[in-house]
């Protein structure tokens, strides 16, 4: 039996410039070169995993404040009263967005929670001291804009009855039923800023500003689009078939959605783990946990050899995987990536993961 379990190894890739044209052939020989360091080769079922921010930028997928701007005033008109409910305390996920909105609007209703956002960031920044209700209430009014904060969500229907009707929903995961709340209004979600195909700047057809991050004062970054996460996974994956006659799994990955237990922060702002991942990492994990097996049956490893040998084909329910995590495959190996990577100075946006599907009976 090998000692070793499952191994996450962090590339190292050259800066990634926008709109670079080879990101394809970048990462294939960062892996090869990877390969040849470090003396391991690679296996079936070994998986690539592909951070957003490199595939976006070799995309060149990004807006500008005014772009934002315009596209508000083609839903809302100019100078439009806007109700925002709920953004993120965030100033890179969430400040360039407001930006635009605020430039393109006479006054901006912003409802927020008094205590933390939907992934756990407090009003007040515990880190940097930032009091993100003063933070944006000044960028509104920086850009001329009115700005009427509100903390109790009751009130947007009084603004219903007064007649305001604008509205946009910027939690990053919206609940399908709110659309139900607000069927005779102007009702958007940030996935429908800069959604609309564009040869004049980024935008993405399904997410829109959603999962975007700021890239200067005056630009943002968006999530990849899909067809380009697709179309460099496949072809990555179909290279190393056909050259190295090894079949690999490959992904692109955003936020993990994994907790800080100090900060409290979810790491979550992004619509999905994963915008694309080929067809091997489709499914849930189907485990026995084998400190179950060992405190009530047997602690014997040959025993718990043929207990994972033998298990049922699904799992659910039974009581042999207790405790482990129903989560799909694709999120998982996202959250092991994102962490393998970090988003600071390690210069790692390609993962290179093995030995994930295998478990103790394996060699």
Request: glycine fraction near 8%; hydrophobic fraction near 35%.
């Amino acid at each position: 039996m090998s000692k070793l379990g499952v191994i996450s190894r962090g590339i190292r890739l050259p800066i990634i410039e926008a709109g670079e044209s080879n990101l394809k052939k970048i990462i294939i020989n960062s892996l090869i070169d990877a390969r040849c360091e470090s003396g391991q080769s690679f296996q079936d079922k070994d998986i690539i995993c592909i951070t957003e921010s490199i595939v976006a930028r070799a995309e060149n997928n990004y807006v500008s404040v005014n772009d934002i701007a315009n596209d508000i005033i083609l839903k809302f008109g100019r100078d439009a009263e806007v109700i925002l409910l709920y953004p993120i305390y965030s100033r890179n996920r969430f400040s360039m967005i407001l930006k635009g909105i605020a430039r393109a609007a006479s006054k901006i209703h912003l409802f927020i929670n008094n205590g933390k956002d939907e992934v756990g960031n407090d009003l007040v920044n515990p880190f940097t001291g930032i009091d993100i209700e003063k933070f944006y209430k000044d960028l509104i009014e920086k850009e001329k804009c009115q700005c009427i904060i509100y903390k109790d969500f009751n009130k947007v229907f009084d603004l219903f009855a007064q007649g305001y009707t604008n509205i946009i929903n910027c939690m990053c995961h919206v609940n399908p039923k709110d659309s139900e709340k607000f069927k005779n209004v102007n009702y958007y979600t940030l996935s429908n800023i800069c959604s609309t195909i564009s040869d004049v700047h980024g935008y993405n057809v399904e997410y829109g500003v959603l999962g975007s991050n700021k890239a200067t004062e005056e630009t943002l970054k968006l999530f990849p689009r899909r067809d380009t996460c697709k179309e460099l996974c496949e072809g990555i994956k179909k290279y190393f078939k056909k050259f190295h006659n090894v079949d690999l799994e490959v992904m692109v990955y955003g936020d993990g959605c994994f907790k800080d237990p100090v900060g409290g922060i979810w790491e979550w702002a992004d619509p999905v783990v994963s915008p694309y991942y080929t067809k091997g990492l489709e499914g849930t994990p189907n485990e026995i946990k084998i400190k179950y097996i060992a405190d009530n049956e047997s602690s014997d490893s040959e025993f718990i050899k043929e207990k994972i040998k033998n298990k049922d084909k699904d799992l659910k329910g039974n009581m042999l995987s207790q405790g482990t995590t129903p989560r799909r495959y694709c999120d998982l190996v996202g959250s092991l990536a994102d962490l393998t990577s970090g988003s600071g100075d390690k210069g790692t946006p390609v993962i290179w993961i093995s030995n994930y599907f295998k478990n103790y009976i394996d060699k």
